[in-house]
């Protein structure tokens, strides 16, 4: 499979479709059982709050690959995707009630990279609670 979107139809400047992701505490604990990463800051308030956070957070990764689906989802294929990097700037705080917490993401070209590759960067935007999550969140992508 390869991207479906086809490197002469993008220009820098472009924006990818924008999506939320909702975040809840069984999503914390269905990724912490794939991932195998069980630090109780992402599963227990208790000890959370000990530590000096505000409550339960998401796990960076998670957050990570929630932004990451902006560009696959976009692209039309994950193996499209041939670099992406992160900084993690503030953590997704995951309340223990109905709603948890959301992830918005937005994206757009930042610069045409290689035209015999067909490669784009695409520079990412991820929000929780009105806090910018992910700095420096960068993607380069490999198009049709």
Known sequence: MTARIAYADVEVGTELPARTFPVTRADLVRYAGASGDFNPIHWNERFAKE???PDVIAHGMFTMAEAARVVTDWAGDPAAVVEYGVRF???VVVPNDDTGAEIEVSAKVAAKLDDEARTVRVD???RSAGQKVLGLSRAVVRLG
Do not use: E, M
Request: proline fraction near 11%; charged fraction near 0%.
């Open 51 to 53: 530590v000096g956070l």
């Open 89 to 91: 700037t503030h953590p």
């Open 124 to 126: 990412l935007v991820a």
